[in-house]
């Protein structure tokens, strides 16, 4: 935000409004000055932050490296084929962004490099800035931290495709017609995909069917208070099961309830168990605790692809 | 004026080629070993009697342009590891000379100079010229094409055309990559005419038949030697050549993950962090210490490009081009960050970064001038560097990629043995097997070979070999000790470590 707050100055300043700069100061800093207050009275806020992006420590990528990283937010594989690499901001069959773009984006680069408009010079410098929060945390095809690259794209694609029009304005309007539907239809595709095999292959991404897991528990309760365990080997058990309880309206269960690691005959009789299955260990362990009659399995929690990635016990 | 310049050149491309890089690689002996038999016999190490395409092992076949020129050189010269590379130090002294016929051409005298300059001060294409290897030749064709398009322009004649695109037939037989750069450049050829507003088909056809004509044998060979584009497509792991044929293959290629993933490897190649700061991946082909270019041409060559676009016209456009087709025999291999793969890239950058300092000093006043020294002025003062350290510590962080001090090993054993001496080398030496008759060639003790024998030190029973010298890796010398052999010599590598070790029953 800075970077793009001094892009508004350059742009206030290159279209002779240097005076404005104040109103443009104000509504930068209005917003920020209730954070300021917090962070001055949360000040360990910002130390767990820096210290959670592990800023300052020696493993951290060097300057070199993060360029090479930096460069490879403009690749075109990255931004038109395959997205970013992990499932839950791309489902990798499309890019960043469709098709049309690809000759596009450049063409409007080309476009403003000949001839600089004010809008074209921003929509050049924020696709420039975009990918920087993610070079600060050494992230790499992580677009879910370079999302403005979108929008400066889409105008720079624009840009780009009056540029190529104007030897043909004849062909302008058949041009965006065509585009538009080759756009629409690699949507369709892409939407297929989204809401079907995606789903599959972005489970492990979402940890899984734990919702479900955790439908089974609370349902398997039928409104009682009964002793609930949690395995710690499922990823933010405990967030998604306050979340459900929150959702369903069943805050009692919280006391009630306790992470493990291993399967414990000694839990009273009754209590509820979600099982992670996805680990072999624990699913060999289960499976063993199942035979030895020392659990009940009430349900199998599945996957789209019919995979069990949870099971229910009972004691 | 030339003949000072060319001298200052091989003073600095051909000087001590026996001391960096520290040893030889395992391609350049290869090489060698088929150019010497060649030279001596006509017939490379397979017994074909001068094949265009040559077997080396396993499933890699040698283009053949290096090693027939390198026996060229060994006919009369003696068999060296300087003599195997000083015809690459030749193909990358011609290669600035033609930078300087194209910049000429295209920017005037000066700029010929500058670009020639830029070239010869290039790590990668300094690196490149003294290893004896085969990737500068493709390099060498191209840019002779390229000269005569520059000098013609595009009012060319057939005949000139045709001449041009032979030049791209020939580099077929200098790279394997080229199979993949030259035809991309008749389709420059072609795209260039088309721009120029050429609109009679005879430049067209001769663009076409002079590259077609000089591919008629490289493709007849490989119609009757069917098994080796197999084995070539399952050696660069392009596909499986043994379940799927050509047309199948060229499916999985263009087949969406397939154009993604070498989309992305197409972009690495244009990475300012390769081409600017860390250079290759590995140290056979880089050094580390620089990029692939000095770090003037971080400013110059996107500076050129920006030029070269606003300015158009078909010269600027086919820089362009070029610049863009470079890394494609890279790209279908899938092979990141391996300039080797790209070399082409280097004359073209060298171009543009001559356009950049030209359009400095003339358009953009005193401080484009004072840019341009700057910037020129700090290449040979980086050059410097990089020059220090390819003669110095380059020589020891690299010498593992050079199959290690192979020579001091069999050069000890060679010199010592006597004609009832045996000989056992350990097959954990990787490469031994063609080293080892090498240096016998080059120390004039071919009788050795036939006393030679090549063991697994871990298997064989070391106690029942008979008396002789043995060359294995230091961490098998405890072996050959316990079945009663000796230690001649432990062989060091430049920072003293104990790599290798001649042993003695």
Known sequence: MPAFFALTLFVVWRDGLAGDWKYAALGFAGPLIPFAIWIATHPSVFTETVARYQFGSGDRMGPLDRFGLYWRYFSPSFLFFSGGSQLVFSTRVAGVFPLAPLLLLPAGVVAVLRRPSPLGVVATIGLLAAPLPAIVLDEGSAINRALEIVPFGIVLSVIGFNWLVQARPALRTASAATLIAVTAGQFVVFGSDYFGDYRRRAASWFHFNVRGGLAAIVDQTGGARRPVYLNDAIPWVESYWRFHLTAVGRNDLLDATRGFTHLDRAVPSGSLLLVSFTDPAMAAETDAAIRAGDFHLVREITEPDGVVSFVVLER | MAVVLAMAALSIYATRLDVSPIYLTHDEVIYARNAYSIATTGRDLSGQLLPISIPVTGTFYATPANIYLTAAFLKVLPLSEVTIRLPSVLVGLLCVWMVYLIARR??????????????????????????????????????????????????????????????????????????????????????????????????????????????????????????????????????????????????????????????????DYFNPSFLFFAGDTGLLNGTRYTGVFLLPMLILIPAGILVAMMAGGSSRWMLMMLLAVSPLAAVVVAERYRINRALIMLPVAAVLATVAVEDLWRRRGRPGRWAAIVLIASLPLQFGGFYRDYFGDYRVRSYPWFEYNLRGGMAEIIHRADDGDEIWISQSLQWADYYWPFYLDVFGRRELGPRTHFLDPARARLNDIGAGYALCRAGEEQRFLDAGFTRVTAILEPDQAHTLSVLRR
Do not use: K, N
Request: proline share 4%.
């Open chain 2, 106 to 267: 295209m920017l005037g005298v000066t700029c010929g100079l500058l670009a020639s300059l830029i070239l010869l001060l290039t790590p990668a294409h300094f690196i490149h010229s003294r290893l004896g290897t085969d990737h500068l030749y493709v390099v060498a064709c191209v840019l002779a094409w390229w000269a005569v398009l520059a000098r013609d322009g595009t009012s060319i004649r057939p005949g000139r055309m045709f001449m041009a695109s032979a030049f791209l037939g020939l580099s077929l037989y200098t790279y394997l990559g080229a199979a993949i750069t030259a035809p991309a450049c008749v389709a420059i050829t072609c795209a260039w005419l088309v721009m120029a507003g050429r609109r009679d088909r005879t430049i067209y056809l001769a663009a076409i038949a002079g590259f077609v004509v000089l591919a008629i044998p490289f493709v007849a060979w490989h119609l009757t030697h069917p098994g080796q584009y197999a084995q070539q497509v399952r050696m660069y792991a392009l596909y499986d050549s043994q379940t799927l044929d050509a047309a199948q293959g060229a499916r999985v290629l263009a087949a969406p993950a397939s154009v993604a993933e070498r989309g992305a490897v197409y972009w």
